[in-house]
């Protein structure tokens, strides 16, 4: 009996904690409508109260703002609309907390239980529940984990989430307290009903009998109504077959692990064109109806949030066509087995209104912008009036700042001068039904000011007539104001034009020979009224070395030819005598037959503009004579850019004769190419620096070394006009390598005095490979016997890189050495630029670099060599400037190893003096040979670097 009422204490509960870990999930997924309903909607703005303030942990642009009545909102998040409800919730005894482990609300810190959920979460749990004591009663506490979404980003983007992490959780407590009652109620029948089984089960084999009997007839009771679920089951799945057979929506099953389908429905089958055969047991990558990226994606999210929801995506049907759906998916169970279920609604043709609809309205918008025209309705029974994008962008004003009124819009955007007659205007519309265009400026808030054209295009009138609303247009009309003002300014700026410019024009009627002439050309003629406006007064006018040609000119070329006259020529003025040069043109005008009949034209005085030509001519020979004899390098080059402006070469336009010289490149050659076709070796940093000079007109002063010229120059680089550069330059090469060389020479110097002497030697060697553009370098002595190379260091990387070859510390004999030796048998420096053409070359061992070019230097004292210095395979061929660098490193590198090796003698010497004082002092202190043996061994061993055991002193008489 006692196990009875304790397996049935058990069940119950469980009970009791499945109904309340059910409330707990019920509490949850309320909290998670409102707060996606919240976060779809990006916030909600509410009134700021005492309970209500701004949320100083929410950084977004206008959190607070004021409405138009004037009160204070502020922008109510999902997390801050989760708290507030949890502290109102807290009073009914059930508590909720939005956590997280990485939480901008230090409130939102979670406690232990929570610590351990969050992260069970990381780990891959969806839900974690438990019984928890909390301030001493039990309570049933249940957590889920909040997954980030697009829309969550708006807040937490910047603690580095993306969509798909586990943001936090959210958790509820439910106290276990409030399920007392039911567990009496639940308790109290099943201990009366053990008691009175107790009490009564002595009363024998009838009682008993009569349990089994009823007992008996329960289970037919229980048989009869399994029997029934079983028949409502099998309607149940009789209706859910028709439902998903003939539902509206695409449905389809599919395997989570090879997503291969399983069944379809009759309009997943009629949308996409297949029979049922052709798709069951095929992956939708299969069928072709799902890209491979948009198939992944959905995969990712569906695995990553156990659903997708509400997921535009893009099919494809059995002939190609394309078919929108919204896409939802989750899990089902069918038969044990876990499977997902996919239901797709198609929305192509709700997408392609929406697009015609868009389109639409942009084509309407588009359409207003062109053509600077708004539109307004405006209701004089409320005297408010609503306007369009347009037209609140012709008034300069934003919608909020527009208002409904139409005296705010007086108020604020009519120009002062013109309020009175706009609000008359209007009046009369209100007195008298009067309606009209009206012409008003209007004043942005930028301070311009635009005139705009307002027309009424409908009304509408009550049951009297009287009009109760207006529809119209509005026009931007500034630029049409603007023009008709410019063209009455042209009008007079022409005539001012024509004094200025002395322009004047002349009618000739070429039948009657006949023309008439402006004012201002009669006085650049220096004629009157009087005089005679024909051909021969014309030519009359002409200067008398002019005048044949120019009458044989008018008489063939545009009379006989029909052209239009063209021609600068000189006249001698008839008032003065002045000689001036005049540029005459005119348009011939034809009859129906083709005959000329009339010329229009105009004269101008160009006599300045020949002056200023014949002095340009003078300053260009003086330039010219400037650019051929000026010492410095000049050329004049213009920039290339590729398709997105970025400069990528340049073309020579022109070079003086000091440029050949510095740089050894002919104009002939290059004059019309660009750098690249010239020296295609040439650095980017000169076409990047070039470019911003040519591009931005800034000058630029530098020096820089070019590798393809082995050259340093001094560069003045401008721009005489856009998408050109001129540059001055001069050779500084031999400054250059100086300063670079006395840099070199003060680093070893300085590492000289604290590094040792392979330390040294492969510094001064990198120091050569570097200021000769080298890539191998090293340093041999040669002994006395000049015939005997002792091999010694080599540059750091000539060993990382390129030799392999062993020899340090070798003893090699010249006799037997290649062409590298070749400075020691000619007694000087020697170059080789072809290494490869050399006929007496022996070859070179195995590890050794291939060698282009090299060049060795000799190091030479008291007329002998004792050392060589050697670099190889400089991209360019080696030069004398590269032979002066390496050779005064060589001799530096000697006179170190010489101070280097005196003073080590000198160390040693003195180390061996010491020695020998202190021997010498113990000899006097000493009172027999036996005490002093152990100095002189300690001495002779440490010191003199002698075997102590080997030596042996003898006393007498021993």
């Keep these: 009996m006692a196990i009875l009422i304790a397996i049935s204490w058990n069940e119950m509960q469980n009970h009791i904690l499945e109904i309340a870990r059910t409330e707990a999930r019920t509490s949850i997924e309320k909290d998670i409508v409102y707060r996606e309903w919240n976060s779809k909607h990006g916030g909600v703005y509410v009134p700021i109260t005492d309970a209500t303030q701004p949320n100083p942990y929410l950084d977004v642009p206008e959190r607070d703002i004021t409405s138009p009545s004037g ?23 059930v508590y909720a907390h939005l956590t997280s482990l990485n939480p901008i609300n230090p409130d939102n810190q979670a ?32 957590m889920i984990p909040f997954i980030t979404r697009e829309a969550c980003l708006k807040c937490h983007a910047a603690q580095g ?32 009903g053990y008691g009175t089984v107790w009490l009564l089960g002595s009363a024998g084999i009838l009682v008993t009998f009569r349990r089994i009997n009823k007992q008996r007839q329960e289970r037919e009771i ?29 449905i389809m099953t599919s395997t989570l692990d090879s997503a291969r389908i399983v069944d379809v429905n009759n309009r997943f089958l009629d949308q996409f064109g297949f029979t049922r055969d052709e ?25 990553r949030q156990k659903f997708v929801a509400d997921r535009e995506v893009t099919f494809f049907k059995k002939d190609g066509s394309k078919m929108i759906c919204l896409y939802n998916g989750e899990p089902i169970e069918v038969d044990g087995q876990t499977l997902l279920l996919s239901l797709a609604q198609d929305i192509t043709a709700q997408k392609e209104i929406e697009e015609q609809l868009r389109e639409s309205e942009a084509s309407l918008k588009f359409a207003q912008q062109i053509a600077h025209v708004g539109q307004w309705t405006w209701d004089l029974g409320t005297n408010q009036i609503t306007w369009s994008e347009e037209a609140n962008h012709l008034f300069g004003l934003s919608p909020e700042e527009f208002g409904s009124s139409l005296s705010s ?19 009369a519309v209100f007195e008298e039904q009067k309606i009209a265009p009206l012409e008003q400026r209007v004043i942005w808030p930028d301070g311009s000011i635009h005139t705009i054209w307002a027309v009424p295009a409908r009304q509408e009138t009550d049951e009297n007539g009287r009009i109760t609303k207006l529809t119209g247009i509005i026009q931007d009309i500034t630029e049409q104001k603007e023009v008709e003002a410019s063209l ?29 002439s402006s004012d201002i050309l009669d006085a650049m003629f220096g004629i009157s009224q009087e005089y005679v406006r024909d051909v021969g007064g014309w030519a009359g006018i002409i200067h008398a070395e002019d005048r044949e040609g120019m009458v044989a000119y008018f008489k063939h070329e545009v009379l006989e030819r029909k052209a239009n006259f063209d021609r600068e020529y000189r006249i001698t003025r008839i008032n003065d005598g002045v000689v001036r040069w005049v540029h005459g043109m005119g348009e011939l005008e034809f009859d129906a037959r083709g005959n000329p009949v009339r010329m229009v034209g105009t004269i101008q005085d160009i006599t300045k503009q020949k002056l200023d030509e014949q002095s340009v001519r003078e300053s260009e020979a003086r330039f010219r004579s400037l650019f051929e004899e000026m010492m410095d390098g000049f050329a004049l080059h213009e920039i290339i850019c590729d398709h997105n402006g970025t400069p990528v070469d340049y073309r020579f336009l022109a070079v003086n004769p000091a440029f050949e010289k510095l740089t050894g490149l002919q104009a002939s050659n290059i004059v019309g190419r660009t750098v690249l076709e010239v020296m295609p070796e040439t650095e980017k940093i000169w076409i990047e620096r070039y470019g911003r000079v040519a591009l931005t007109g800034i000058p630029d002063q530098f020096d820089e070394f070019s590798a393809a010229l082995n050259t340093y120059y001094e560069v003045r680089a401008f721009s005489p006009t856009p998408n050109q550069f001129a540059v001055i330059f001069h050779d500084i090469s031999q400054r250059k390598f100086a300063e670079n060389v006395t ?16 330390t040294l030697l492969q510094t001064i060697l990198d120091e050569a490979e570097r200021l000769t553009g080298s890539c191998i370098g090293f340093y041999h002595f040669l002994e006395a016997d000049q015939k005997t190379l002792s091999l010694q260091n080599w540059s750091t990387q000539t060993l990382r890189e390129f030799c392999h070859a062993t020899g340090k510390g070798m003893h090699y004999p010249v006799e037997k050495a290649g062409v590298w030796v070749d400075c020691i048998h000619a007694m000087k420096p020697v170059i080789h630029n072809d290494y490869a053409s050399l006929p007496h070359r022996k070859g070179l061992p195995e590890g050794h670099a291939m060698l282009v070019r090299e060049m060795v230097v000799p190091v030479m004292r008291a007329g002998r060599i004792v050392a060589i210095l050697g670099v190889g395979n400089k991209k360019t061929d080696y030069t004398h400037h590269d032979v002066d660098v390496v050779q005064q490193l060589a001799d530096l590198a000697l006179e170190i190893v010489d101070r280097k090796r005196s003073e080590k003698q000198i160390i040693e010497k003195n180390a061996d003096l010491a020695a020998l004082f202190s021997i010498s002092a113990h000899l006097r202190t000493a009172s027999s040979a036996r005490e002093m043996l152990p100095v002189v061994l300690s001495e002779v061993g440490s010191v003199l670097s002698s075997d102590a055991n080997a030596v042996i002193f003898l006393e007498p008489g021993n």
């Design 71 to 93: 009160r204070l909102l502020t922008l109510i998040n999902p997390a801050y609309m989760n708290r507030q409800v949890f502290t109102d919730q807290n009073n009914f005894g």
């Design 111 to 142: 406690d232990a239980w929570e610590n351990e959920a969050l992260l069970q979460f990381e780990a891959g749990e969806s839900e974690i529940s438990s019984v928890e004591i909390m301030n001493g009663e039990p309570f049933m506490r249940l």
């Design 161 to 192: 989430y993306e969509v798909g992490d586990i943001r936090g959780g959210l958790s509820v407590s439910i106290p276990l307290s409030k399920y007392a009652g039911l567990r009496q109620t639940y308790m109290h029948p099943v201990l009366w």
């Design 222 to 250: 229980i048989l009869a109504s399994l029997q029934k679920s079983n028949q409502e089951l099998e309607i149940s799945e009789s209706k859910f077959s028709k439902l998903f057979q003939y539902s509206p929506a695409l």
């Design 279 to 303: 798709v069951i047991g095929k992956t939708t990558l299969e069928l072709g109806i799902i890209t491979p990226q948009d198939r992944q994606a959905l995969s990712d999210e569906f695995f």
């Design 409 to 427: 819009v007086i108020e604020n955007a009519i120009h002062p001068e013109d309020r009175e007659r706009v609000r008359a205007a209007n009046q």
């Design 488 to 516: 009455r300014e042209r009008e007079t700026l022409l005539t001012q034009a024509q004094h200025v410019a002395h322009l004047g024009y002349y009618v000739l009627d070429v039948q009657s020979g006949i023309w008439k």
């Design 743 to 758: 840099l070199a020479r003060m680093k070893i110097v300085e590492i000289a005095t604290t590094h040792s002497l392979d």
